[in-house]
């Protein structure tokens, strides 16, 4: 399954750092979303992106800076982190946003540890 | 608050059936869907649910009762490749998606 694909797959940093994290789909969607996992925790929306505009930015950390320069690709730019943002870090898309029925595609996430 | 509930572990055997179970708290309500996450790969879309009712799909089932608040996904003939953590998430009047934690569910042979 290549429809949405996570470079890289690992990522170990310090905390004065800065990484990028890039996600790409190969799906035609006009959606795309950035969510972190934590191990027994439920997934948590970080930015939503619909036609390369943000429309949901949910008190996430200036530490992290997503960037969006087309449907096709999704970025998350990574400064000065602590080690509580270590976690698994997914990208989606989908068709649109809303409608309650647009399915979520997931690529298989960056696992990020910050020493 | 909006909050999903679903068990943290389950445990099945080989061939065998098994419920997970999904209670959800949204304001309104779009949709109730199901997710597979094997260990350290991408969560693959299983089922959607928006009306009342089971919905099947091969081994895989799912049922929605809206007035409960409450959903399962039903396995039948379990398989081994079926250990992997099953997630809920419903969708809420502002067609947001709540997650739950997920059910991890192990089988044995």
């Known amino acids: 399954e290549t429809g949405v694909t996570q470079t890289p797959r690992h990522l170990v940093m310090g905390m004065t750092n800065k990484k990028s994290l890039k996600c790409e789909q190969h799906?035609?969607?006009?959606?795309m979303y950035w969510y972190k996992q934590s191990a027994k925790k439920p997934l948590e929306l970080m930015f939503v992106?619909?036609?390369?505009?943000?429309?949901e930015n949910n008190s996430v950390p200036s530490r992290f800076s997503p960037e969006c320069p087309n449907s096709s690709h999704l970025f998350l730019h990574l400064h000065t982190l602590q080690p509580e943002d270590s976690a698994l870090y997914l990208c989606?898309?989908?068709?649109?946003?809303?409608?309650?029925?647009?399915?979520?595609?997931f690529g298989p996430g960056t696992r990020l540890t910050v020493l | 608050g909006q909050n999903i509930d679903q068990p943290t572990e389950m445990t099945a055997t080989e061939g065998a059936i098994v419920q997970i179970n999904c209670t959800y708290q949204?304001?309104?309500?779009?949709?109730l869907f199901w997710y597979q996450q094997h260990a350290g790969e991408a969560p693959t879309f299983l089922s959607y649910?928006?009306l009342d009712g089971l919905e099947e799909k091969g081994r895989f089932s799912s049922f929605l009762s809206r007035s409960k608040g409450y959903s399962y996904l039903l396995l039948k003939e379990l398989q081994m490749k079926d250990s992997a953590s099953y997630l809920c998430?419903?969708?809420?009047?502002?067609?947001?998606?709540?997650w739950g934690a997920g059910t991890k569910l192990i089988i044995k042979p």
């Open positions: 949204t304001s309104g309500f779009n949709g």
């Open positions: 992106y619909n036609f390369k505009e943000q429309t």
């Open positions: 998430a419903a969708t809420d009047s502002n067609y947001q998606l709540i």
């Open positions: 799906l035609g969607h006009n959606a």
């Open positions: 989606a898309s989908s068709q649109d946003l809303g409608g309650g029925t647009d399915t979520q595609y």
């Open positions: 649910n928006v």
